[in-house]
């Protein structure tokens, strides 16, 4: 049973361009969650997500920035145009989404805008 | 907004000695996870103790959970050199299970 795959590990981006980071849950897992982590900072919830549905995306600012789990395939974390502040390690977790379950973590993403 | 707080920031300590590292929340809480991150890389779950909890052991890992201060806390015995990484707390709110709250980490760096 592979852990929670994503991919790309790092990712160079122009200012502008769009980023596109992907997020493979644990097998039998149907909840996923994306954090983003700035340097010598703790996580930040953006995005929840079940199966095509966002449950909870209070955490993921309002323009730019999108998320999809769709039925077949991975979860996608979209950022268009991207910024220099966008720079950042986003990180992906997923759960089976019971009570007092620990969620898995997945290795992250390395964004970095030039 | 809710977070878990930290302390201290950073620790550093000499090899074989006991680590202890403290977290804060403000609300009431389902569940409260420790997590550790090595440098660069994903984060690994410690142990998760319920909030109908008081402590709770896994190797050289003990930790307590006192409710009554919102506070928990996260000792390492015997510290090892790959004991080195940063340690987060994150807690799961009565009103949102789903939703891990997250402070900032202790670094803790283990002195050869």
Redesign the interface.
């Known amino acids: 049973n592979a852990g929670v795959m994503q991919n790309p590990r790092h990712l160079v981006r122009r200012r502008g361009q769009e980023a596109r980071l992907r997020c493979s849950p644990m097998k039998g897992h149907s909840h996923v969650y994306w954090y983003r982590q700035l340097p010598e900072e703790g996580l930040k919830f953006m995005v929840y997500l079940q199966k095509e549905n966002i449950i909870d995306e209070s955490g993921m600012p309002k323009e730019r920035f999108s998320a999809e789990f769709p039925k077949e395939g991975p979860s996608i974390l979209r950022i268009q145009q991207v910024v220099r502040g966008d720079s950042a390690a986003y990180f992906c977790a997923s759960s089976p989404g019971l009570q007092n379950t620990e969620a898995f973590f997945g290795q992250g993403t390395r964004l970095t805008v030039v | 907004s809710q977070?878990g707080e930290e302390d201290p920031q950073a620790l550093s300590i000499q090899e074989g000695e006991n680590a202890t590292m403290n977290c804060s929340y403000k609300t009431s809480i389902?569940?409260l996870?420790w997590?550790r991150q090595n440098s660069?890389?994903?984060?690994?779950?410690l142990i998760?103790i319920?909030s109908n909890e008081r402590e709770k052991h896994s190797g050289r890992l003990r930790v307590t959970l006192d409710t009554s201060k919102k506070s928990s806390s996260l000792l390492i015995t015997a510290s090892r050199a790959a004991d080195t990484a940063s340690y987060?707390c994150?807690t799961?709110h009565m009103d949102?299970?789903?939703?891990?709250?997250?402070?900032?980490?202790t670094k803790l760096i283990i002195k050869p």
């Not at chain 2, 660069?40 to 779950?45: D, E, S």
């Open positions: 977070q389902n569940n996870q997590y660069g890389r994903g984060l690994v779950h998760l319920r987060f994150a799961a949102s299970n789903y939703q891990l709250i997250w402070g900032a980490g």
